[in-house]
C-alpha cells in the first residue's frame, strides 16, 4: 500500500478535508489512496460492491467546495439514487437489470454538495431487511474484526468499509437498527437521527420507519455531516424542529448533570449476552463519573409483548410496496427465483394485511410513540441500553431457510430488540463503541433522546469519546 494510502487511512473525515482545504493533497490523491484500500483490502470483506472509479477520477476536478470536498463517500446499495449510477437494493433481478438511476435522491445531492466523492455502493441485505449482509445476490460482507462475523445489516457493507479503513464514512439508513446494529457490530459511532430531521425526497416518506444519515469512527464526523445534510425537502410530511446552533458546535460542550435510564436487560425477558450486559453497565459507570445521575429506569412501553405485531405488520407492509416498486421497474411480476424466501414471505404476510388491519397498525404505531416519549417527558434525559443482546453474529446466522422462511425475522428479532421500538418512536439513538469483548469483538451501547434531541446525544458522545476514546482501535490486516 503506498504512503498516502496508509498516512490517511485512519484519518476521520474532517481531517482528510483539511488535508484538501489547505492544498496538502488534491482531491484525486486523496481519491486514488481510498481506491487503492479498496483495492487492496475489500476483496476479503465483499463490502463495495460497486464501483464506478473511473467517473470519480473525472469527478475529483470539479467537485463543489462544500465542507468534505475531495473525502472519498461509498453510498448504501438500497434507495439511495444516484443520477446515472445503478442501484440494485440486494436484489438479484435487480442486479441482473442493473437499472441506472435518472434522478439523485435529494439526501444524495445534499452529498454531493457538501463535497463528498461518491466511489460506488456497498453491500446490503435484499430489501434491507435483516441485520446481516448475506444478499443472495452479492454474497456475505465480513466483518473486519474477525472475518467469519457478520458486520450487521442492514448498512454492513458501508460499516465494514469504515471500520477497515477504506473511506472515513459512508452512507447508512436505518428502519429497524440498520446504522446502529452495524456500528455496534464494527466499532463505530452510529447516530439515527430523528425522523424528519433529513429530508428523504422525492421518492419517500419520512414519517415511515426508516431515516439516513452514515456510520463514521468519529463523533465529529457524524456531526458535521448532519450539519452539512440536514433539513426538510419539498413536499415533506414531517419536519424536525431545527437546531439552536450546528450540531458541531455542541461537542466539547457541558453536558450538564443528566438524568439516565438504564436498561439492562432485555425488556420482554429475553437473552441477554454478558458481553452485551458488561459493556452497558461499564457504560453506566463511566456516565456516573462523568457526574450524569444514571438510574435503571425505561420507558414501561418497551415490555409491551404487541410491540412487535405491530412492528412486523408495518415491516412487512413496506417490504411489500418495496417488491411492487421493483416489479413496476421492471415491467414484469417478481418470481420466487427474484426475491429470497423471507422477504417472499414478508410480501406473503402483506397481501393478507388488509387495508383495516394497516390502519390499525398505524394507530397502535402513534400510541405506542406517545408513550414511549412520555417517560422523557417525566424528567429523564437519556436512555441507556445495549445496542444489540448479542456481540456480533457469525456469517449464515440469518441465512434463508426455505422449510422455515420466517426464521430469520424471528432470530433477528432476538438478536437486536433496543433498536426497532426508537424507529417506531423517530427518536434520535446513537451507538457508540465502548466496548470489546475478550475475543476482540466489538460490542456498541446505545444512548436515546428525546425526540429533535440530536443535540444532547452529541454532547454526550463527544464527552464519551474524550473520556474513553476508540480512535486507536483499528482490526488488524
Known amino acids: 500500500m503506498g504512503s498516502l494510502a496508509a498516512d490517511t487511512r485512519w484519518m476521520d473525515a474532517v481531517d482528510q478535508a483539511t488535508l484538501v482545504r489547505r492544498g496538502d493533497v488534491s482531491a484525486a490523491e486523496l481519491l486514488d489512496a481510498a481506491l487503492e ?14 464501483r464506478w472509479f473511473d467517473d470519480d477520477r473525472r469527478a475529483a476536478t470539479q ?7 475531495g473525502v472519498p463517500f461509498l453510498l448504501k446499495d438500497l434507495w439511495a439514487h444516484y443520477a446515472g449510477q445503478p442501484l440494485t437494493n440486494g436484489c438479484r433481478a435487480l442486479k441482473d437489470a442493473l437499472p441506472v438511476s435518472s434522478a439523485d435522491t435529494t439526501l444524495v445531492s445534499r452529498f454531493r454538495q457538501a463535497g463528498l466523492n ?9 430489501f434491507g431487511s435483516l441485520p446481516a449482509t448475506e444478499p443472495m445476490a452479492w454474497g456475505p460482507t465480513r466483518n473486519p474484526w474477525n472475518l467469519e462475523h457478520s458486520p450487521g445489516g442492514s448498512s454492513g457493507g458501508s460499516a465494514a468499509a469504515v471500520a477497515a479503513g477504506l473511506v472515513p464514512v459512508a452512507h447508512a439508513s436505518d428502519g429497524g437498527g440498520s446504522i446502529r446494529i452495524p456500528a455496534s457490530c464494527c466499532g463505530l459511532v452510529g447516530l439515527k437521527p430523528s425522523q424528519g430531521r433529513i429530508t428523504l425526497g422525492p421518492f419517500r416518506d419520512e414519517s415511515n420507519l426508516g431515516v439516513e444519515l452514515c456510520v463514521s469512527r468519529s463523533v465529529r464526523d457524524t456531526a458535521a455531516l448532519l450539519d452539512a445534510v440536514r433539513g426538510p425537502g419539498v413536499g415533506d410530511t414531517m419536519i424536525a424542529p431545527a437546531p439552536e446552533r450546528p450540531y458541531v458546535d455542541e461537542l466539547g460542550f457541558d453536558p450538564g448533570r443528566l438524568r439516565i435510564g438504564l436498561l439492562d436487560a432485555h425488556p420482554l425477558g429475553g437473552g441477554l449476552h454478558d458481553d452485551c450486559r458488561d459493556a452497558v453497565r461499564a457504560a453506566a459507570k463511566l456516565l456516573e463519573s462523568l457526574g450524569h445521575h444514571v438510574d435503571h429506569g425505561f420507558p414501561p412501553a418497551l415490555a409491551n409483548p404487541d410491540f412487535g405485531k405491530r412492528f412486523s405488520a408495518l415491516w ?63 424528567g429523564w434525559d437519556l436512555l441507556l441500553t445495549p445496542t444489540l443482546a448479542e456481540p456480533p453474529a457469525r456469517i449464515g446466522t440469518f441465512a434463508n431457510d426455505l422449510a422455515r422462511p420466517m426464521a430469520p425475522m424471528a432470530r433477528a428479532a432476538a ?16 451507538s457508540l463503541p465502548l466496548h470489546w469483548s475478550s475475543s476482540g469483538l466489538p460490542v456498541g451501547v446505545q444512548l436515546v433522546a428525546g425526540y429533535g434531541r440530536e443535540d444532547i446525544l452529541l454532547r454526550v458522545a463527544s464527552q464519551l469519546e474524550v473520556a474513553q476514546p476508540w480512535a486507536h482501535r483499528h482490526p488488524s490486516g
Open 37 to 50: 484500500r479498496i483495492e487492496s483490502i475489500d476483496p476479503a470483506l465483499n463490502a463495495v460492491i460497486i
Open 118 to 126: 461518491i466511489a460506488g455502493r456497498t453491500n446490503s441485505p435484499e
Open 316 to 378: 412487512s407492509t413496506n417490504m411489500g410496496v418495496a417488491v411492487q416498486r421493483i416489479e413496476t421497474q421492471l415491467g414484469r411480476p417478481m418470481t420466487d427465483e427474484d426475491v429470497e424466501p423471507v422477504n417472499r414471505a414478508l410480501v406473503d404476510f402483506a397481501h393478507h394485511v388488509n387495508a383495516v388491519d394497516y390502519a390499525l397498525a398505524l394507530a397502535a404505531n402513534a400510541e405506542f410513540r406517545r408513550s414511549v416519549q412520555q417517560w422523557w417527558s417525566e
Open 63 to 69: 467537485l463543489p467546495d462544500g465542507p468534505f470536498r
Open 415 to 430: 438478536y437486536a430488540p433496543f433498536t426497532p421500538p426508537f424507529n417506531a418512536s423517530g427518536q434520535p439513538a446513537i
